[in-house]
C-alpha cells in the first residue's frame, strides 16, 4: 500500500545522548557505596537505628567521608564512557551515511556504465554499419566503373543501386546542354519506367527536390515529403516518404541528378548521405569516363575509316599492284592477274606455304597484309631452292613486317589526304584572295572563272549571275 507524504519509519529518529545516561546510572551506583558503609557502621554500633545516629557516624568516621565520594567518581567514569559512547555512535552513524553513499555512488556507477556500455554498443552498429555501407558503395563503383558504354552505364546506375542498397525508387536525371531542363535517363522503380516512356523531364530551379538541386548542384534531404515545400508529389510514385537528390559534378557544372526516393521516414541520415554522396561523385567520374572514351572511340574509328578509304582509292589501279624484288637486286613494279597462291592467302586470310612442283614452279610463301580485319595485300616470298621450306621463325617475322607495313600504310594514306585537304584549303583561301581584291562586278567573275579554272586543271569554268538579283549595280563586261 502506497501512502501520501514520508512515512514515520522513513524520518530518522535522533538518537539520545549517551553521556547523560552512564552520568546518571555511575552516580547511582556509587550511591549505594556511602549507604551501604553507613548501613554497616550502624550494624557494628551500639547505637539504635537512626537518622540522628546515621549522620552522626558520618560526621564521626572519616572513611566514610571517602566512601561519599564514589558517587562523583563513578559518575564522572560512567559520564567519560559515555561520551567515548556518543563519539563511537557518531562514527558508526556516518560510517552508515558513507556506506549508503558508497552504495549509491556504485548503483549510480552501474547504471552509467550500464549507458555508456549501451551507447558504445550503439556507436559500433553504426560504425559497422557504415562500414558495411561504405564497403557496398565501393563494389558498386568498382562495378559501375567496368561499364564503358555511357547508355548502358546510364541504364545500369539505377539497377545496380536498387540491388545493392534496397531503394523504393531511383531515378538518373540529365540535365540538358541549355540548363533548362533535367531529363530522367534512367529508373528501376515500376512507376519510374512508366515516366521514361512518358519523357518525364522537370524544370531545373522551378519544378521539384530535382530541380533545385540541378540549379544550386547542392545535395537537397527530405526526410518527410510532406513538409518539405519544394517536393513534387508525382502519382506514379505514390510510395515516396522520404527523399535525397544529389548533383553529379563535372567541375563546376551540374551534368545531372541522382534521386533516390524511400518508403520510409527519415530513411535518409547524415552518415547515409555522405555515404551516397562518395557514390554520386563516383558515377559523375564513371560517366565522364565513359563519354570521354564514346568520343575517343568514334574519332579512332573515323580515322581509321578515313585511312582505309585512302589507302583504298591509291591502291585502286586494277588487279593487284605492287612491287617486286628479283634475284638480281633489281625492284620493279608488278601489276596484273593475282598467282593462285596470292589468292589463296588473301581468300584465308593467313599465311599459306606451296611446294616447288614439277612444271618450273618455285616454293613460295604469302603472309597477307592485314589492316583493321581487312586484308588489303600480300607480302609472297619465292626460293629458288625446290627444297626450301619456311620456319615458323621465319614466318612470323614475315607476319610481323607485314604488320608493320599495314601501320605505314594507313598513316601514308592519311598523310596523303591530310595532304589534300591542306592543299585544298590554300587553293580556296588563294581564290578568295583573289576574288576579294577585286572591287568591280565583271572583275570578281572574270577572277573567280579564271582561278577556279586553274584549281581544275584546266576544266571550262563560266559564272554567271542573273542582272535583277544584282539591283542597281552595272551589268559585267563580257
Known amino acids: 500500500?502506497?501512502?501520501?507524504?514520508?512515512?514515520?519509519?522513513?524520518?530518522?529518529?535522533?538518537?539520545?545522548?549517551?553521556?547523560?545516561?552512564?552520568?546518571?546510572?555511575?552516580?547511582?551506583?556509587?550511591?549505594?557505596?556511602?549507604?551501604?558503609?553507613?548501613?554497616?557502621?550502624?550494624?557494628?554500633?551500639?547505637?539504635?537505628?537512626?537518622?540522628?545516629?546515621?549522620?552522626?557516624?558520618?560526621?564521626?568516621?572519616?572513611?566514610?567521608?571517602?566512601?561519599?565520594?564514589?558517587?562523583?567518581?563513578?559518575?564522572?567514569?560512567?559520564?567519560?564512557?559515555?561520551?567515548?559512547?556518543?563519539?563511537?555512535?557518531?562514527?558508526?552513524?556516518?560510517?552508515?551515511?558513507?556506506?549508503?553513499?558508497?552504495?549509491?555512488?556504485?548503483?549510480?556507477?552501474?547504471?552509467?556504465?550500464?549507458?555508456r556500455t549501451a551507447q558504445l554498443d550503439e556507436a559500433n552498429l553504426q560504425l559497422q554499419s557504415r562500414a558495411h555501407r561504405l564497403e557496398q558503395i565501393a563494389q558498386l563503383s568498382q562495378s559501375i566503373s567496368q561499364i564503358q558504354n555511357p547508355q548502358a552505364l546510364l541504364s545500369s546506375i539505377p539497377r545496380l543501386i536498387s540491388e545493392t542498397l534496397g531503394y523504393y525508387h531511383i531515378g538518373l536525371f540529365l540535365v540538358d546542354e541549355d540548363g533548362r531542363y533535367a531529363t530522367l535517363r534512367a529508373a528501376n522503380s515500376p512507376g519510374g519506367q512508366r515516366l521514361l516512356q512518358q519523357g518525364h523531364r522537370l524544370r531545373v530551379g522551378v519544378t521539384g527536390i530535382v530541380g533545385n538541386v540541378a540549379r544550386y548542384a547542392h545535395p537537397r534531404v527530405a526526410l518527410d515529403v510532406g513538409e518539405d515545400p519544394t517536393f513534387f508529389s508525382n502519382p506514379e510514385l505514390p510510395g515516396t516518404h522520404s527523399e535525397v537528390a544529389l548533383p553529379l559534378m563535372a567541375g563546376e557544372r551540374c551534368l545531372g541528378v541522382l534521386d533516390i526516393q524511400s518508403t520510409e521516414r527519415n530513411a535518409f541520415q547524415a552518415d547515409e548521405v555522405e555515404a551516397l554522396t562518395i557514390l554520386t561523385n563516383q558515377l559523375a567520374i564513371a560517366y565522364q569516363n565513359a563519354v570521354q572514351l564514346a568520343e575517343a572511340r568514334s574519332a579512332a574509328a573515323a580515322f581509321q575509316t578515313a585511312g582505309v578509304r585512302e589507302l583504298e582509292q591509291i591502291s585502286r589501279v586494277g588487279g593487284l599492284a605492287g612491287y617486286a624484288a628479283r634475284a638480281d637486286g633489281r625492284v620493279e613494279p608488278v601489276s596484273g592477274d593475282v598467282p593462285s597462291v596470292l589468292e589463296d592467302a588473301l581468300l584465308a586470310g593467313r599465311s599459306v606455304q606451296r611446294p616447288a612442283r614439277g612444271d618450273g614452279v618455285q616454293p613460295s610463301l604469302?603472309?597477307?597484309?592485314?589492316?583493321?580485319?581487312?586484308?588489303?595485300?600480300?607480302?609472297?616470298?619465292?626460293?629458288?631452292?625446290?627444297?626450301?621450306?619456311?620456319?615458323?621463325?621465319?614466318?612470323?617475322l614475315l607476319e610481323s613486317i607485314a604488320g608493320r607495313a599495314a601501320t605505314a600504310l594507313e598513316n601514308a594514306g592519311l598523310l596523303s589526304r591530310t595532304q589534300r585537304q591542306a592543299e585544298k584549303q590554300k587553293a580556296i583561301g588563294e581564290i578568295a584572295a583573289s576574288i576579294g581584291s577585286s572591287t568591280r562586278f565583271d572583275a570578281i567573275l572574270e577572277t573567280a572563272a579564271r582561278e577556279l579554272s586553274k584549281a581544275l586543271g584546266g576544266s571550262e569554268v563560266m559564272v554567271q549571275i542573273e542582272s535583277r538579283n544584282l539591283g542597281s549595280a552595272p551589268k559585267p563586261e563580257r
Not at 597477307?368 to 595485300?377: E, H, N, Y
Open 1 to 115: 500500500m502506497t501512502m501520501q507524504g514520508p512515512s514515520l519509519e522513513a524520518q530518522p529518529q535522533k538518537p539520545r545522548p549517551q553521556a547523560t545516561r552512564y552520568l546518571w546510572f555511575g552516580f547511582l551506583i556509587g550511591l549505594a557505596f556511602p549507604l551501604g558503609a553507613t548501613l554497616v557502621r550502624g550494624a557494628l554500633s551500639a547505637d539504635p537505628w537512626s537518622v540522628s545516629a546515621m549522620l552522626r557516624a558520618q560526621a564521626s568516621d572519616p572513611l566514610l567521608w571517602i566512601i561519599d565520594t564514589a558517587p562523583l567518581i563513578l559518575a564522572g567514569f560512567a559520564w567519560a564512557a559515555g561520551v567515548r559512547q556518543d563519539r563511537v555512535i557518531t562514527l558508526n552513524r556516518a560510517l552508515a551515511e558513507r556506506g549508503k553513499d558508497i552504495e549509491a555512488a556504485r548503483a549510480n556507477l552501474a547504471r552509467d556504465v550500464e549507458l
Open 366 to 396: 604469302a603472309v597477307p597484309v592485314t589492316l583493321r580485319g581487312d586484308v588489303i595485300g600480300v607480302i609472297q616470298v619465292e626460293s629458288a631452292d625446290p627444297t626450301r621450306r619456311w620456319s615458323t621463325n621465319e614466318i612470323l
